[in-house]
T-cell receptor
Framework: TQLLEQSPQFLSIQEGENLTVYCNSS?????LQWYRQEPGEGPVLLVT?????EVKKLKRLTFQFGDARKDSSLHITAAQPGDTGLYLC????????????FGTGTRLQVTL | KAGVTQTPRYLIKTRGQQVTLSCSPI?????VSWYQQTPGQGLQFLFE???????NKGNFPGRFSGRQFSNSRSEMNVSTLELGDSALYLC????????????FGQGTRLTVV
């Protein structure tokens, strides 16, 4: 069974601070996705990283896929209250492309 | 375009009953996946249907089943409900190819009492 552990589990910060969320596994994944889920809603895809060592930037969010494709990180610069939500990483494997293995989740709260 | 629609949004059932949840995917999407989300276990994959065939299956007991119709709409059924089946059930639709983006519905909140 492939498991994805996220840390920290909870994070409460003030607006303007930076933060990093980690997603670690002992298994290799073909690709990894990051989602954000808000209360009462389903997860929304933020990014997909495919190549080991890949770094993708989306405005204030920076995503990195580990060289060995077993881990990933999400860094948010100058967090805003709108960043509040549950952040989930999810691994995919070739051959079972629609089967997402989700991480344990990181609940982020950004206050004014 | 319209998003993924799940019905009903909320449901309360009694232990031992069965329940059917529905998911209408985005038009043109042929893959529908179902996930269970609980505070303790997080998001867990139940199964995926593609062109009316179950393509992938998670580690859930046989009480959990599903099907997909020719218009790609999908239903999942849970028989002999247990208290532990209380969860948010999420449906995701995608085109079905490798690395295609999955779009999630708002989910059905099932409470078993």
């Amino acid at each position: 069974t492939q498991l994805l552990e996220q840390s920290p589990q909870f994070l409460s910060i003030q607006e303007g601070e930076n933060l990093t969320v980690y997603c670690n596994s002992s298994s290799v994944f073909s690709s990894l996705q990051w989602y954000r889920q808000e209360p009462g809603e389903g997860p929304v895809l933020l990014v997909t990283v495919v190549t080991g060592g890949e770094v993708k930037k989306l405005k204030r969010l920076t995503f990195q896929f580990g060289d060995a494709r077993k881990d990933s990180s999400l860094h948010i610069t100058a967090a805003q209250p709108g960043d509040t939500g549950l952040y989930l990483c999810a691994g995919l494997n070739t051959g079972t492309a629609s089967k997402l293995t989700f991480g344990t989740g990181t609940r982020l709260q950004v206050t004014l | 375009k319209a998003g993924v629609t799940q019905t009903p949004r909320y449901l309360i059932k009694t232990r031992g009953q069965q329940v059917t949840l529905s998911c209408s995917p985005i038009s043109g999407h042929r893959s529908v996946s179902w996930y269970q989300q609980t505070p303790g276990q997080g998001l867990q994959f139940l199964f995926e249907y593609f062109s009316e065939t179950q393509r992938n299956k998670g580690n859930f007991p046989g009480r959990f089943s599903g099907r997909q119709f020719s218009n790609s709409r999908s239903e999942m059924n849970v028989s002999t409900l247990e208290l532990g089946d209380s969860a948010l059930y999420l449906c995701a639709s995608s085109l079905g190819g490798t690395l295609t983006e999955a779009f999630f519905g708002q989910g059905t909140r099932l409470t078993v009492v």
